[in-house]
């Protein structure tokens, strides 16, 4: 059973970073795809990064030069790092892991960016 908690959610001021971390469980190697999706309030769940299976990244257009997905797959434990934060990030932030055939989500952590 395959599952993923995330972490490193909070309240910061607009400019400011947070590292969210998503600890995923029940997954035996590195070979995974992986991305952050966020869904605000009143809108669609979007992608915000993704790190391929060999290791390319992707990011929505908004998000590049200012996050940075990762991965320890000593720990299998997924990163976004995200700097420079605005207003408009606000949103519950989804770790989401495809692996052998199948999506799981986490449970989602909550950005709030506000002054």
């Known amino acids: 059973q395959v599952q993923l908690v995330e972490s490193g959610g909070g309240l910061v001021q607009p400019g400011g970073s947070l590292r969210l971390s998503c600890a995923a469980s029940?997954?035996?190697?590195?070979?995974?795809?992986t991305g952050w999706y966020r869904q605000a309030p009143g809108k669609e769940r979007e992608l915000v990064a993704r790190?391929?299976?060999?290791?390319?990244?992707d990011y929505v257009d908004s998000a590049k030069g200012r996050f940075s997905i990762s991965k320890d797959n000593a720990k299998n434990t997924v990163f976004l790092q995200m700097n420079n934060l605005k207003p408009e990030d606000t949103a519950v932030y989804y770790c989401?892991?495809?692996?052998?055939?199948?999506?799981?989500w986490g449970q989602g952590t909550q950005v709030t960016v506000s002054s």
């Open positions: 790190l391929s299976t060999f290791g390319s990244t």
């Open positions: 989401n892991v495809l692996y052998r055939g199948n999506a799981y």
């Open positions: 029940g997954i035996f190697g590195s070979m995974y795809a």
